[in-house]
C-alpha cells in the first residue's frame, strides 16, 4: 500500500491479557517510529528503530511494553498484562532516509483495556 | 528534553474566521519545527514544516505558520478557516536526529 499500515484498527482486551499491535511502514523508509495518543495528553513517544542500529526504547513506559522490527520492515509493539491505564490509540510512523525527514503517520490501533 | 506547549485546547470559530494557534517550545539552539492536522477519523499529515530560511512557512490548504526565535514560538495561521478545516492540530518539534516531540493539540472547531 501507499501509506503506513497498522492492525488491528481496534481491539478491545481484558485487563491482563496481552496484546500485538502491527505496523507496516511505507516501502523504502528506514526509519520506524510507535507514539501512543491519549486523550489530552497528545502524542507520548515509545520507540524508534532506523535500518540494523540499536533501538532507541527510552520513550517505553514500562518493562510490559516491548516492540521488535523484523527485516528492517514490519514491526510489531507486545503489552503484556494490560492495564485499563494502556487504553490509547497507538501510532506508528516511519519516514525515509535521511534520517529525520518529515515522519508519515498511520491511521493507528486503538485500544480499549476493560 | 524539548517540550512543546500548546496553549489553546479548544477552538471554535465561524466561517470566515482568522485563526490562530499558539505553539512554543521550550529551548533555542537549531530547532525544526512542524504542524501536523488530524482530520476526524483520519490519521496524522503534516501541514508544514520549518527547518531554515524564510521564518514565515506556507503550507498546504491556506496555512501559514511563523517561526519567532526570540519568542520560542511557531504560531499557525489561516485569514479565513472553512468548515472543512474542523480538526485537531498538533505542533512538534524535533529534538536531534530523530525524535519528534509533540504538543498535546488544538481541537479546532469551525461553525457553518
Known amino acids: 500500500g501507499a501509506g503506513v499500515s497498522q492492525s488491528p484498527s481496534n481491539k478491545v482486551t481484558e485487563k491482563g491479557k496481552d496484546v500485538e499491535l502491527r505496523c507496516d511502514p511505507i516501502?523504502?523508509?528506514?526509519?520506524l517510529y510507535w507514539y501512543r495518543q491519549s486523550l489530552g495528553q497528545g502524542l507520548e513517544f515509545l520507540i524508534y528503530f532506523q535500518g540494523n542500529s540499536a533501538p532507541d526504547k527510552s520513550g517505553l513506559p514500562s518493562d510490559r511494553f516491548s516492540a521488535e522490527r523484523t527485516g528492517g520492515s514490519v514491526s510489531t509493539l507486545t503489552i503484556q498484562r494490560t492495564q485499563q491505564e494502556d487504553s490509547a490509540v497507538y501510532l506508528c510512523?516511519?519516514?525515509?532516509?535521511?534520517?529525520?525527514?518529515?515522519?508519515?503517520f498511520g491511521e493507528g490501533s486503538w485500544l480499549t483495556v476493560v | 528534553a524539548q517540550s512543546v506547549s500548546q496553549h489553546n485546547h479548544h477552538v471554535i470559530l465561524s466561517e470566515a474566521a482568522s485563526l490562530e494557534l499558539g505553539c512554543n517550545y521550550s529551548y533555542g539552539g537549531t530547532v525544526n519545527l512542524f504542524w501536523y492536522v488530524q482530520y476526524p477519523g483520519q490519521h496524522l499529515q503534516l501541514l508544514l514544516k520549518y527547518f531554515s530560511g524564510d521564518p514565515l512557512v506556507k503550507g498546504i490548504k491556506g496555512f501559514e505558520a511563523e517561526f519567532i526565535k526570540s519568542k520560542f514560538s511557531f504560531n499557525l495561521r489561516k485569514p479565513s478557516v472553512q468548515w472543512s478545516d474542523t480538526a485537531e492540530y498538533f505542533c512538534?518539534?524535533?529534538?536531534?536526529?530523530?525524535?519528534?516531540?509533540f504538543g498535546t493539540g488544538t481541537r479546532l472547531k469551525v461553525l457553518a
Open positions: 516501502s523504502g523508509h528506514t526509519a
Open positions: 510512523a516511519s519516514s525515509p532516509p535521511p534520517t529525520g525527514n518529515t515522519i508519515y
Open positions: 512538534a518539534v524535533k529534538e536531534g536526529t530523530y525524535k519528534y516531540i
